[in-house]
């Protein structure tokens, strides 16, 4: 089946930890994205990258990293900067090909202890 | 900066209604608009993309439209069920915004038996 996987579903964090968040996409998708939804707040952009070996910055990229080293991977990296980081993270991809619809994985919850 | 309200916030109706959850944006200069819906602990369905040239999109039970120049969408359900219960996203992609979705904050809807 075509999709987006993350793995973990559950990720547990303690103080001054770096974790990193896995996206996988077998779409074929150029651009793949990564956003944190908190509640009450809608989803909010970290980074995105539109093709292998480049990304950008989203809303609040502080405290997080990226790389794109295959068109299928976009592993998301939670450093010890980030000050908040419990939250659910999606991870969606898109082709433009298909008007730019977004389609999401099914997120992974980080918990900071 | 453009900005997505969807109102209500919450929303809870008796089997068998049809409902109208409503979106409007603030920069009219959009690509396209989607919907999405999101069940608790989940990742986001893709239900429906308008794109800018269009005024509406169907998919079953569900009826989505767009009025750029009021700044607006609608996303219709007719014959509620208890299945469609989830909380429910607009996402608007701005003409020449580097892909990016800017997503309201939702409706939580809640369909009763």
């Known amino acids: 089946d075509g999709g987006i996987t993350q793995s973990p579903k559950y990720l547990f964090r303690k103080e001054g930890q770096n974790v990193t968040l896995s996206c996988e996409q077998n779409?074929?998708?150029?651009?793949m994205y990564w956003y944190r939804q908190d509640p009450g707040q809608g989803l909010r952009l970290i980074y995105y990258?539109?093709?292998?070996?480049?990304?950008q910055k989203g809303d609040i990229a502080e405290g997080y990293s990226v790389s794109r080293e295959k068109k299928e991977s976009f592993p998301l990296t939670v450093t010890s900067a980030q000050k908040n980081p419990t939250a659910f993270y999606l991870c969606a991809s898109t082709a433009k090909r298909d008007y730019n619809e977004q389609f999401f994985g099914p997120g992974t919850r980080l918990t900071v202890l | 900066k453009q900005e997505v309200t969807q109102i209500p916030a919450a929303l809870s109706v008796p089997e068998g209604e049809n409902l109208v959850l409503n979106c409007s944006f603030t920069?009219?200069?959009?690509?396209?608009l989607q919907w999405f819906r999101q069940d608790p602990g989940k990742g986001l369905t893709s239900l429906l993309l308008?794109?800018?040239?269009?005024r509406e999109q169907t998919s079953g039970r569900l009826n989505a439209s767009l009025d750029k120049s009021s700044g607006r969408s609608t996303l219709y359900i007719a014959a509620s069920q208890p299945g469609d219960s989830a909380t429910y996203l607009c996402a608007v992609l701005l003409t020449g915004g580097g892909n990016k979705l800017t997503f309201g904050t939702g409706t939580q809807l809640k369909v009763e038996l």
């Open positions: 308008i794109q800018s040239s269009q």
């Open positions: 779409l074929n998708h150029d651009a």
């Open positions: 990258s539109q093709i292998v070996n480049d990304f």
């Open positions: 920069d009219s200069a959009i690509y396209n």
